[in-house]
């Protein structure tokens, strides 16, 4: 069964302070990892990792894959209370193109 | 472009009840997927369907129908409403073809109680 574990499920930290999200994954005929944001509705996209070692950055946020560790990490360094929200990541599996997400990982940034 | 809609945004159902959520989308995606999230959880994929015709049960189908006549639209069917069914429902599209994969957008989600 495909598998998709963040850590940890819950973060809170300082205003300014850098976090780093973690995600690993199980799956059959692995295509790419995918990062979303959810504030208060629909998730909305972030980054879609398909290459090891390759790091991606939007602004303060980046992130990277490792594939033969099986795992993605993303970092947001100077955080602001805007970037309180639910950061999910899944696992596309090609063939079969299923999406399976994570529990997630709840991020509070306190002022 | 509308991206992905989904209707209707809030629902109560008395247990027993039956409903179709509805889930249309106009970037001609071929892979189309519903997800429930409970409260505090992460996504549980529920259906998925990679083409018209084509639909695979995911982590939790029990309780729910869909289908894919056409490639825009992918609803869902509750056939009787059970109290565990109350939850947030996403629809989600992507594309995947050759060399160019989609991330999957998502629709605003349907809040649903089964009362």
């Known amino acids: 069964e495909d598998k998709v574990v963040q850590s940890p499920l819950s973060l809170v930290v300082h205003e300014g302070d850098t976090v780093t999200l973690n995600c690993s994954y199980e799956v059959t005929n692995f295509r790419s990892l995918l990062w979303y944001k959810q504030e208060k509705k629909a998730p909305t996209f972030l980054f879609m990792l398909?290459?090891?070692?390759i790091e991606k950055k939007s602004g303060r946020l980046s992130s990277i894959l490792d594939k033969k560790e099986l795992f993605s990490i993303l970092n947001i360094t100077a955080t602001q209370t805007g970037d309180s929200a639910i950061y999910l990541c899944?696992?596309?599996?090609?063939?079969?193109?299923?999406?399976?997400f994570g529990t997630g990982t709840r991020l509070t940034i306190i002022p | 472009n509308a991206g992905v809609t989904q209707t209707p945004k809030f629902r109560i159902l008395k247990i027993g009840q039956s409903m179709t959520l509805q889930c249309t989308q106009d970037m001609n995606h071929n892979y189309m997927y519903w997800y429930r999230q409970d409260p505090g959880m992460g996504l549980k994929l529920i259906y998925y369907s990679v083409g018209a015709g084509i639909t695979d049960k995911g982590e939790v189908p029990n309780g729910y129908n869909v289908s894919r006549s056409t490639t825009e639209d992918f609803p869902l069917r509750l056939e009787l409403a059970a109290p565990s069914q109350t939850s947030v429902y996403f629809c989600a599209s992507s594309y995947s073809g050759g060399a160019k994969n989609t991330e999957a957008f998502f629709g605003q989600g349907t809040r649903l109680t089964v009362v």
């Open positions: 899944a696992a596309a599996t090609g063939g079969n193109e299923k999406l399976t």
């Open positions: 398909t290459s090891s070692g």
